[in-house]
């Protein structure tokens, strides 16, 4: 089964950096894209970034462009998600997703840049707090 598991949130201060990563499991990412997102407190869905693993294009959100950097790690069949000069209102739960897309009723999609992402994991929680 498809399978996507966030971790390295946490705890940090502003203008500190923290690394994400996201674990594919089910899947060899070669052929897909992988994206983040995220939500704030009490606001809608963001979506931050994605690479295309096919061919290595990548895609920034105007929030996170020059911040933020995402990247694979070929050896454990991961994502990261390389994030610097922290700010408060980049708290929130961070999610990453791949484009498979399923079928059938209820299906719910996350907009990242101009793709669609469809699978993904339970997040990982980013507090930024001095």
């Known amino acids: 089964q498809v399978q996507l598991v966030e971790s390295g949130g946490g705890l940090v201060q502003p203008g500190d950096s923290l690394r994400l990563s996201c674990a594919a499991s089910?899947?060899?990412?070669?052929?897909?894209?992988i994206g983040w997102f995220r939500q704030a407190p009490g606001k809608e869905y963001e979506g931050l970034s994605w690479?295309?693993?096919?061919?290595?294009?990548?895609y920034y959100s105007n929030s996170v462009k020059g911040r933020f950097t995402i990247s694979r790690d070929k050896t454990e069949n991961s994502v990261n998600l390389h994030m610097n000069s922290l700010k408060p209102e980049d708290t929130a739960v961070y999610y990453c997703?791949?484009?498979?897309?399923?079928?059938?009723?209820?299906?719910?999609?996350?907009?990242?840049?101009?793709?669609?992402?469809?699978?993904w994991g339970q997040g990982t929680e980013v507090t930024v707090s001095s």
């Open positions: 089910g899947f060899t990412l070669d052929h897909y894209a």
């Open positions: 997703a791949v484009d498979i897309l399923p079928t059938g009723s209820g299906s719910y999609y996350h907009v990242i840049g101009d793709r669609l992402f469809g699978t």
């Open positions: 690479i295309d693993l096919s061919d290595g294009r990548v």
